[in-house]
């Protein structure tokens, strides 16, 4: 039987069984508006012209009406099936069905010279099913893009490699993204219900390896907040990321996107998200993104270009 990737229980097997968590209503500040507008549909006509998968979508993400309707999309890359389940996520799991496409590097490309993207943010699923994670696959999509788009910065934002070869990483920081960021997601603390199939310090000593590799590369990382974290665990993960060299760390609210997710524990204040802002640029990162609809990908470009102004004036 094949899936059917829009119904949840089919889009989450593993959760279907679980008992369902109370959505509680959103406050005021967390709420968006509905995507309505023409640069909106160009850019989902693009996208589904190139037959690519957006994280925007996926993910159901709360920004994608402002992002796209600005012709900024992050393209997902590598199917739409996750091998990992991690409880606070909306991507499809299980044993994705098909071998990489060795044609969406160049989809990929074509798309974002047609977007006229000054900047692209390229992600994916997690391929535990394949030898070296995706890293080649990753490279070949930052080249395609690069001849196609010379003057485009390129940001990643990829998985932890945890099945694969330590050496897997340099393929990936040899092709030269701009950028390049692998999100920690959450305190080490609830690692266990939230990331089960990942490792905190694994991802941690990852993102402290691109800076050897290459001490040019920007580096970033991600938490969401309102997973039943304290304020003390924040900060000790900020401690943590500095001392990984990490240059720009994003801090955004989590929002629970099926009864079958982790529960939203709270929803963090506006004030608080400040306050988080102001402690990270004063423990010495380069740029702070800490607002209760921050993504990884949200504005990633105007940031991008304040972060590589912060580096040129220092």
């Given at each position: 039987?094949?899936?059917?990737l829009?119904?949840?229980?089919?889009?989450?097997?593993?959760k279907?069984?679980?008992?369902?968590?109370?959505?509680?209503?959103?406050?005021?500040?967390?709420?968006?508006?509905?995507?309505?507008?023409?640069?909106?549909?160009?850019?989902?006509?693009?996208?589904?012209?190139?037959?690519?998968?957006?994280?925007?979508?996926?993910?159901?993400?709360?920004?994608?009406?402002e992002?796209?309707?600005?012709?900024?999309?992050?393209?997902?890359?590598?199917?739409?099936?996750?091998?990992?389940?991690?409880?606070?996520?909306?991507?499809?799991?299980?044993?994705?069905?098909?071998?990489?496409?060795?044609?969406?590097?160049?989809?990929?490309?074509?798309?974002?010279?047609?977007?006229?993207?000054n900047?692209?943010?390229?992600?994916?699923?997690?391929?535990?099913?394949v030898?070296?994670?995706?890293?080649?696959?990753?490279?070949?999509?930052?080249?395609?893009?690069?001849?196609?788009?010379?003057?485009?910065?390129?940001?990643?934002?990829?998985?932890?490699?945890?099945?694969?070869?330590?050496?897997?990483?340099?393929?990936?920081?040899?092709?030269?993204?701009?950028?390049?960021?692998?999100?920690?997601?959450?305190?080490?603390?609830?690692?266990?219900?939230?990331?089960?199939?990942?490792?905190?310090?694994?991802?941690?000593?990852?993102?402290?390896?691109?800076?050897?590799?290459?001490?040019?590369?920007?580096?970033?990382?991600?938490?969401?907040?309102?997973?039943?974290e304290?304020?003390?665990?924040?900060?000790?993960?900020?401690?943590?990321?500095?001392?990984?060299?990490?240059?720009?760390?994003?801090?955004?609210?989590?929002?629970?996107?099926?009864?079958?997710?982790?529960?939203?524990?709270?929803?963090?204040?506006?004030?608080?998200?400040?306050?988080?802002?102001k402690?990270?640029?004063?423990?010495?990162?380069?740029?702070?993104?800490?607002?209760?609809?921050?993504?990884?990908?949200?504005?990633?470009?105007?940031?991008?270009?304040?972060?590589?102004?912060?580096?040129?004036?220092?």
């Amino acid at each position: 039987m094949t899936r059917d990737l829009k119904i949840p229980a089919q889009r989450h097997p593993e959760k279907a069984n679980r008992p369902d968590n109370a959505q509680p209503k959103k406050p005021d500040w967390i709420r968006v508006k509905a995507p309505t507008s023409e640069g909106y549909k160009q850019t989902r006509n693009i996208m589904r012209e190139h037959k690519l998968v957006t994280v925007c979508e996926e993910a159901g993400c709360p920004n994608v009406g402002e992002c796209w309707s600005q012709g900024h999309a992050t393209m997902m890359i590598m199917g739409e099936v996750c091998t990992r389940a991690c409880t606070f996520c909306n991507i499809a799991t299980g044993k994705p069905p098909e071998d990489l496409d060795v044609f969406e590097p160049g989809r990929v490309a074509d798309a974002v010279k047609k977007l006229g993207l000054n900047h692209v943010v390229v992600t994916s699923v997690d391929r535990d099913d394949v030898e070296d994670g995706g890293a080649e696959h990753f490279a070949q999509t930052i080249r395609a893009i690069r001849r196609q788009s010379p003057n485009t910065t390129i940001e990643i934002l990829t998985p932890d490699f945890i099945r694969a070869d330590d050496s897997v990483l340099e393929i990936v920081v040899d092709a030269k993204p701009d950028v390049f960021n692998h999100n920690l997601e959450t305190v080490p603390g609830l690692y266990p219900e939230v990331r089960p199939g990942a490792r905190y310090f694994h991802s941690l000593r990852l993102l402290q390896r691109v800076k050897e590799l290459d001490p040019t590369m920007f580096t970033k990382s991600g938490i969401m907040v309102g997973l039943g974290e304290d304020k003390q665990a924040v900060h000790a993960v900020m401690d943590d990321m500095r001392a990984a060299d990490i240059d720009f760390l994003t801090i955004g609210q989590y929002l629970q996107p099926t009864p079958k997710h982790h529960h939203v524990d709270r929803f963090v204040t506006p004030e608080e998200f400040a306050a988080y802002e102001k402690a990270a640029f004063g423990k010495g990162f380069l740029m702070v993104s800490a607002t209760p609809l921050t993504r990884s990908s949200y504005h990633a470009g105007d940031d991008f270009a304040r972060l590589r102004a912060a580096t040129s004036a220092n």
